[in-house]
């Protein structure tokens, strides 16, 4: 008998799709949500918690947008760019400018950049390339731990600290050999300053910067590592021209990484910076951020107009963090992606 015979005249031939198939089709709500066909009770109450956990986050983003945007709107239809370009902050007689703000947290931000990528990536090419295992794993986990402390802590530091410290040692020396000739040196020596909240800054980002540019540099294909050893480099030598090179976009995400976090850093920077809404080229006088004004000023805020360009303000700042932490996860994923292939 041939078993691939034609089946008799009237009777169906049954295929995999006829039998398993329901009728009608699987239908959309089973399409969405495929694990009511399998497992037991628990496999699908986790699926169902994992899936609305997956949309909660996006509506809650949307949601947020939607808030601060509602909330700012009086105060964008009333100053419009203008807000951005104006210098003068004066609440009684309700004229509002951001400019000091958004000066005071991009000059303190790129400050910070500024002293912690060279610290953090000297840090994480020592850990990975040079230290020995049973000394990299205690400096690892002692540099991670400074992300554990509070931001206030770390403010706190800084008023005991490290003002004093900047104030005697090194502004009011700058102050008087320099301060006449470079503008970033001229004035009084407060203490309280824009180096101060940019030397706070670096130290806060350091763990994440580091730890990052870690990550991309174990990700450099070890047989890149291995030729350029072959080939007579030094330990050295396949370091900074093999494994730097490969892991620089990862590394520049990290940075960027380090920058959103300065962005949006409030209690420590707050502690420490003056919080005087001026425009100044000299690192020795006081500041604002975005984030401090916010801070210090939210619930002061009396009138209408007042609070919605406290919320315009949050809405720049919010806005920027975002595009900068888009910027940075791409740049580490596309080194990730790399190492992996």
Not at 311 to 330: C, K, P, S
Request: zero cysteines; hydrophobic letters at 55%.
């Amino acid at each position: 008998m041939n078993p691939k015979a034609d089946p008799p005249v009237g009777i169906p031939e049954a295929t995999p799709a006829s039998v398993s198939a329901p009728p009608g089709g699987p239908g959309p709500f089973r399409r969405l949500f495929p694990s009511r066909q399998r497992g037991n009770v628990q496999d699908q109450v986790y699926g169902f918690a994992l899936k609305g956990f997956g949309i909660l986050l996006p509506v809650l983003f949307l949601f947020m947008v939607h808030r601060i945007g509602t909330s700012a709107w009086p105060a964008i239809q009333t100053f419009g760019w203008g807000f951005i370009t104006s210098q003068e902050w004066n609440p009684v007689l309700r004229d509002f400018g951001a400019l000091p703000f958004i000066f005071g947290t991009i000059v303190s931000s790129f400050l910070a950049l500024a002293i912690a990528v060279p610290l953090a990536v000297g840090l994480a090419i020592f850990l990975t390339e040079l230290a020995p295992r049973w000394l990299a794993g205690p400096v690892a986990f002692a540099t991670e731990l400074l992300a554990a402390i509070p931001s206030v802590v770390y403010g706190l530091w800084g008023i005991f600290v490290l003002v004093p410290f900047l104030r005697f040692t090194i502004q009011e020396p700058l102050s008087r050999r320099f301060g006449d000739t470079i503008p970033f040196f001229e004035g009084p020596a407060y203490g309280f300053s824009m180096m101060s909240g940019a030397v706070i800054l670096s130290i806060m980002i350091i763990p994440f910067i580091s730890a990052v540019t870690r990550e991309v540099l174990v990700a450099v294909p070890r047989e890149q590592r291995e030729a350029a050893l072959a080939l007579g480099a030094t330990r050295w030598e396949m370091t900074w021209q093999v494994a730097l090179p490969y892991a620089a976009p990862g590394i520049m995400g990290g940075a960027i990484l380090g920058l959103g976090r300065a962005l949006g850093e409030t209690m420590a920077i707050t502690m420490v910076i003056g919080n005087r809404p001026d425009i100044s080229a000299s690192l020795f006088a006081p500041g604002y951020t975005m984030a401090s004004v916010l801070a210090n000023e939210f619930t002061e805020a009396t009138g209408a107009l007042y609070l919605s360009a406290l919320m315009e303000i949050a809405l720049l700042l919010f806005g920027i963090t975002i595009l900068v932490n888009i910027a940075a996860q791409f740049l580490v994923w596309r080194v990730s992606r790399r190492g992996g292939s």
